[in-house]
Protein backbone atom coordinates (compact mmCIF):
# COMPACT_ATOMS: atom_id res chain seq x y z
CA UNK A 1 0.00 0.00 0.00
CA UNK A 2 1.26 3.44 -0.90
CA UNK A 3 2.00 6.15 1.58
CA UNK A 4 -1.00 7.91 3.88
CA UNK A 5 -0.15 11.29 3.37
CA UNK A 6 -0.85 14.78 5.14
CA UNK A 7 -3.35 15.91 2.75
CA UNK A 8 -5.24 12.22 3.36
CA UNK A 9 -4.83 12.95 6.83
CA UNK A 10 -6.88 15.93 6.52
CA UNK A 11 -9.96 14.92 4.51
CA UNK A 12 -10.33 12.24 6.79
CA UNK A 13 -10.17 14.98 9.87
CA UNK A 14 -12.73 17.01 8.10
CA UNK A 15 -15.05 13.79 7.73
CA UNK A 16 -14.39 13.18 11.46
CA UNK A 17 -15.23 16.69 12.44
CA UNK A 18 -18.13 17.13 10.79
CA UNK A 19 -21.26 15.93 11.84
CA UNK A 20 -24.04 15.91 8.71
CA UNK A 21 -23.31 15.73 4.89
CA UNK A 22 -25.97 15.34 1.68
CA UNK A 23 -26.96 11.92 1.20
CA UNK A 24 -27.79 11.99 -2.68
CA UNK A 25 -29.24 7.97 -3.76
CA UNK A 26 -30.77 7.00 -6.62
CA UNK A 27 -34.40 7.87 -6.03
CA UNK A 28 -36.40 4.77 -7.27
CA UNK A 29 -39.80 6.32 -7.81
CA UNK A 30 -38.32 8.55 -10.32
CA UNK A 31 -36.47 6.40 -12.53
CA UNK A 32 -32.93 6.38 -10.38
CA UNK A 33 -33.08 9.96 -10.86
CA UNK A 34 -30.45 11.74 -8.08
CA UNK A 35 -32.07 12.88 -4.77
CA UNK A 36 -29.95 14.56 -2.46
CA UNK A 37 -30.61 15.75 1.18
CA UNK A 38 -29.27 16.82 4.54
CA UNK A 39 -28.28 13.38 6.59
CA UNK A 40 -26.23 13.45 10.03
CA UNK A 41 -23.70 10.24 10.49
CA UNK A 42 -21.38 9.07 12.97
CA UNK A 43 -18.34 7.27 12.13
CA UNK A 44 -18.10 3.34 12.38
CA UNK A 45 -14.72 1.91 13.51
CA UNK A 46 -13.57 1.20 10.08
CA UNK A 47 -13.99 4.93 8.82
CA UNK A 48 -17.79 4.14 7.58
CA UNK A 49 -20.68 7.13 7.75
CA UNK A 50 -23.52 5.70 9.90
CA UNK A 51 -26.86 6.71 9.14
CA UNK A 52 -30.18 6.02 11.56
CA UNK A 53 -32.97 5.88 8.72
CA UNK A 54 -36.51 5.25 9.03
CA UNK A 55 -38.05 2.39 6.36
CA UNK A 56 -40.11 4.69 4.63
CA UNK A 57 -37.64 7.57 4.29
CA UNK A 58 -36.50 8.40 0.84
CA UNK A 59 -33.55 7.50 1.14
CA UNK A 60 -34.17 3.93 2.91
CA UNK A 61 -36.47 3.12 -0.21
CA UNK A 62 -33.90 4.13 -3.01
CA UNK A 63 -30.97 2.65 -1.34
CA UNK A 64 -33.00 -0.74 -0.61
CA UNK A 65 -33.47 -0.68 -5.22
CA UNK A 66 -29.84 0.77 -5.63
CA UNK A 67 -27.18 0.60 -2.67
CA UNK A 68 -24.72 3.02 -4.03
CA UNK A 69 -24.46 6.53 -2.82
CA UNK A 70 -22.61 9.58 -1.99
CA UNK A 71 -22.32 11.69 0.94
CA UNK A 72 -20.45 15.42 0.72
CA UNK A 73 -18.92 16.40 3.67
CA UNK A 74 -17.85 20.39 3.79
CA UNK A 75 -15.81 22.78 6.03
CA UNK A 76 -19.02 24.05 7.79
CA UNK A 77 -16.54 27.11 8.62
CA UNK A 78 -16.43 28.38 5.24
CA UNK A 79 -20.13 28.74 3.89
CA UNK A 80 -19.91 32.15 3.11
CA UNK A 81 -17.27 30.96 0.53
CA UNK A 82 -17.81 27.20 0.17
CA UNK A 83 -15.55 26.38 -2.95
CA UNK A 84 -12.38 27.85 -1.27
CA UNK A 85 -12.99 25.59 1.64
CA UNK A 86 -12.03 21.65 2.05
CA UNK A 87 -14.65 19.12 1.09
CA UNK A 88 -15.32 15.17 0.54
CA UNK A 89 -17.62 13.28 -1.37
CA UNK A 90 -17.44 9.23 -0.16
CA UNK A 91 -18.49 7.24 -2.93
CA UNK A 92 -20.63 4.16 -1.06
CA UNK A 93 -22.65 1.04 -0.90
CA UNK A 94 -25.85 0.71 1.87
CA UNK A 95 -25.67 -2.30 3.78
CA UNK A 96 -28.40 -2.79 6.83
CA UNK A 97 -26.20 -4.49 9.59
CA UNK A 98 -26.98 -7.20 11.89
CA UNK A 99 -26.62 -8.27 15.40
CA UNK A 100 -23.62 -7.47 16.79
CA UNK A 101 -22.47 -5.46 13.81
CA UNK A 102 -25.90 -3.64 13.79
CA UNK A 103 -24.97 -3.01 18.30
CA UNK A 104 -21.92 -0.90 17.17
CA UNK A 105 -23.19 0.89 14.60
CA UNK A 106 -26.26 2.11 16.76
CA UNK A 107 -23.72 2.46 19.93
CA UNK A 108 -21.45 4.76 17.52
CA UNK A 109 -24.71 6.80 16.50
CA UNK A 110 -26.18 7.23 20.03
CA UNK A 111 -22.67 8.49 21.06
CA UNK A 112 -22.64 11.18 18.52
CA UNK A 113 -26.46 11.65 18.82
CA UNK A 114 -28.06 11.29 22.01
CA UNK A 115 -31.28 12.57 21.23
CA UNK A 116 -31.53 9.99 18.35
CA UNK A 117 -32.39 7.35 21.32
CA UNK A 118 -36.03 8.20 21.49
CA UNK A 119 -35.98 6.65 17.68
CA UNK A 120 -34.83 3.30 18.59
CA UNK A 121 -38.60 2.48 20.13
CA UNK A 122 -40.02 3.96 16.91
CA UNK A 123 -41.40 1.51 14.08
CA UNK A 124 -38.82 0.79 11.38
CA UNK A 125 -35.66 3.42 12.46
CA UNK A 126 -32.48 0.89 12.30
CA UNK A 127 -29.19 2.19 11.58
CA UNK A 128 -27.31 1.79 7.81
CA UNK A 129 -23.72 1.75 7.05
CA UNK A 130 -22.11 3.82 4.19
CA UNK A 131 -19.37 1.24 3.15
CA UNK A 132 -17.03 3.49 1.65
CA UNK A 133 -15.32 2.43 -1.96
CA UNK A 134 -13.42 5.25 -2.77
CA UNK A 135 -13.12 9.40 -2.10
CA UNK A 136 -12.95 12.30 -3.30
CA UNK A 137 -10.79 14.68 -1.48
CA UNK A 138 -10.63 18.80 -2.05
CA UNK A 139 -8.61 21.00 0.40
CA UNK A 140 -8.24 24.21 -1.90
CA UNK A 141 -6.88 24.82 -5.25
CA UNK A 142 -5.00 22.43 -6.89
CA UNK A 143 -4.85 20.37 -4.29
CA UNK A 144 -6.73 17.14 -4.86
CA UNK A 145 -7.16 13.59 -5.59
CA UNK A 146 -8.87 10.52 -4.58
CA UNK A 147 -8.18 7.87 -1.83
CA UNK A 148 -9.09 4.23 -2.31
CA UNK A 149 -10.84 1.68 0.38
CA UNK A 150 -7.84 0.42 1.45
CA UNK A 151 -6.08 3.92 2.53
CA UNK A 152 -9.36 4.94 3.93
CA UNK A 153 -9.89 2.31 6.03
CA UNK A 154 -6.23 2.88 7.49
CA UNK A 155 -7.05 6.36 8.27
CA UNK A 156 -9.57 5.70 10.47
CA UNK A 157 -7.40 2.72 12.29
CA UNK A 158 -4.21 3.78 12.49
CA UNK A 159 -2.77 5.93 15.28
CA UNK A 160 -2.52 9.56 14.93
CA UNK A 161 1.18 10.45 14.37
CA UNK A 162 1.31 13.00 17.40
CA UNK A 163 0.02 10.76 20.00
CA UNK A 164 3.54 9.90 21.43
CA UNK A 165 4.38 13.68 21.60
CA UNK A 166 0.84 14.62 22.22
CA UNK A 167 1.51 14.92 26.32
CA UNK A 168 5.03 16.67 26.26
CA UNK A 169 3.47 19.25 23.72
CA UNK A 170 0.99 19.99 26.71
CA UNK A 171 2.92 20.12 29.35
CA UNK A 172 5.77 22.75 27.53
CA UNK A 173 2.75 25.08 26.07
CA UNK A 174 1.10 25.12 29.48
CA UNK A 175 4.44 25.92 31.29
CA UNK A 176 6.24 27.91 29.03
CA UNK A 177 4.01 29.58 26.77
CA UNK A 178 0.76 29.84 28.72
CA UNK A 179 0.57 33.57 27.09
CA UNK A 180 1.00 32.22 23.40
CA UNK A 181 -2.07 29.45 24.30
CA UNK A 182 -4.21 32.50 25.43
CA UNK A 183 -3.19 34.51 22.13
CA UNK A 184 -4.00 31.59 19.59
CA UNK A 185 -7.47 31.02 22.04
CA UNK A 186 -8.89 34.75 21.45
CA UNK A 187 -7.69 35.17 17.81
CA UNK A 188 -8.51 31.67 16.33
CA UNK A 189 -11.75 30.66 19.18
CA UNK A 190 -12.78 34.19 20.31
CA UNK A 191 -12.17 33.03 23.93
CA UNK A 192 -10.99 35.45 26.06
CA UNK A 193 -10.20 34.95 30.00
CA UNK A 194 -8.12 34.94 32.93
CA UNK A 195 -6.27 31.85 32.12
CA UNK A 196 -6.15 29.60 28.90
CA UNK A 197 -4.79 26.11 28.57
CA UNK A 198 -3.99 23.65 26.16
CA UNK A 199 -6.18 20.46 26.99
CA UNK A 200 -5.13 18.05 23.76
CA UNK A 201 -3.40 17.95 20.26
CA UNK A 202 -3.11 15.63 17.92
CA UNK A 203 -2.47 15.97 13.96
CA UNK A 204 -4.64 17.75 13.30
CA UNK A 205 -5.02 20.59 15.99
CA UNK A 206 -5.72 21.02 19.63
CA UNK A 207 -8.08 21.89 22.70
CA UNK A 208 -7.93 24.98 24.57
CA UNK A 209 -10.05 25.83 28.00
CA UNK A 210 -10.50 29.10 28.89
CA UNK A 211 -11.84 30.54 32.43
CA UNK A 212 -13.19 33.45 32.13
CA UNK A 213 -16.33 35.90 33.95
CA UNK A 214 -18.50 33.24 32.07
CA UNK A 215 -17.09 30.39 33.49
CA UNK A 216 -14.77 27.91 31.88
CA UNK A 217 -14.93 27.34 27.61
CA UNK A 218 -13.66 24.95 25.58
CA UNK A 219 -12.98 25.16 21.89
CA UNK A 220 -10.70 22.69 19.12
CA UNK A 221 -8.37 24.44 16.90
CA UNK A 222 -7.94 23.33 13.83
CA UNK A 223 -3.80 23.14 11.88
CA UNK A 224 -4.01 24.28 8.74
CA UNK A 225 -3.07 20.82 7.36
CA UNK A 226 -1.90 17.57 8.95
CA UNK A 227 0.85 17.50 11.22
CA UNK A 228 3.32 14.76 11.77
CA UNK A 229 5.99 15.84 14.12
CA UNK A 230 6.59 18.13 17.33
CA UNK A 231 8.64 19.77 14.80
CA UNK A 232 5.73 20.47 12.57
CA UNK A 233 4.07 21.88 15.65
CA UNK A 234 6.25 24.46 16.74
CA UNK A 235 6.78 25.99 13.17
CA UNK A 236 3.12 25.69 12.48
CA UNK A 237 1.56 27.36 16.04
CA UNK A 238 4.97 29.87 15.65
CA UNK A 239 3.01 31.03 12.43
CA UNK A 240 -0.60 30.87 14.06
CA UNK A 241 0.67 33.43 16.49
CA UNK A 242 1.85 35.79 13.33
CA UNK A 243 -1.16 35.60 11.52
CA UNK A 244 -3.15 35.82 15.02
CA UNK A 245 -1.34 39.18 15.83
CA UNK A 246 -1.13 40.44 12.24
CA UNK A 247 -5.11 40.68 12.20
CA UNK A 248 -5.71 37.70 9.40
CA UNK A 249 -6.84 34.94 11.71
CA UNK A 250 -10.62 34.00 11.22
CA UNK A 251 -12.87 35.57 14.23
Keep these: MSQITSEHRSAFGLFLRQRHGVLSTAHAQFGGWP ?94 ILEVERVRWILGFGSMGWIGRE ?18 ILEHMNRDHAGAVAELAASFAALSGSAASMTGVDSLGFTVEVSGPAGVRRARIDFPRALTSPEEVRRTLIAMLAEGRSGKAPS
Design 151 to 168: HWGALATSPDPLAAHAQA
Design 35 to 128: FGSIAPYAVGPRGDPVLYLSDIAEHSKNLAADPRASLLVEDAGVQANPQAGARVTLLARARRPEGADREEASAAYFARFPEARAYASAHGFAPL
